[in-house]
């Protein structure tokens, strides 16, 4: 090697070795404590009831007589299996 090489080598370690440090300084001042704050998480919590209520009155007013609410999966399979009784079917029917 020549010794315009061994410079240019040299030079090109330090800078890897400088960026490393420059980067891990970086990491370290960037990355935050992971536990939420619980007087944030208590706020969230209480405007988005908040807003879901909002909701709820909002499309009650815009529909009016429409006050029954949605079925999850499991009441829906319910109500559809106690149809079928009453209609006088089986619960197989379902499926």
Request: glycine share 8%.
């Amino acid at each position: 090697m020549t010794e315009f090489e061994i410079i240019f080598v040299v030079f090109g370690i330090g800078a890897c070795i400088v960026g490393a440090i420059q980067v891990t300084i970086a990491y370290r001042s960037s990355i935050r404590d992971v536990e939420p704050d619980p007087e944030r998480v208590r706020r969230f919590v209480e405007r988005g009831m908040e807003l879901r209520r909002q909701a709820l009155e909002k499309s009650r007013a815009t529909k009016p007589g429409h006050t029954h609410r949605m079925l999850n999966a499991f009441e829906a399979v319910a109500m559809h299996e106690l149809l079928l009784e009453r209609r006088g079917g089986s619960a197989g029917e379902l499926r």
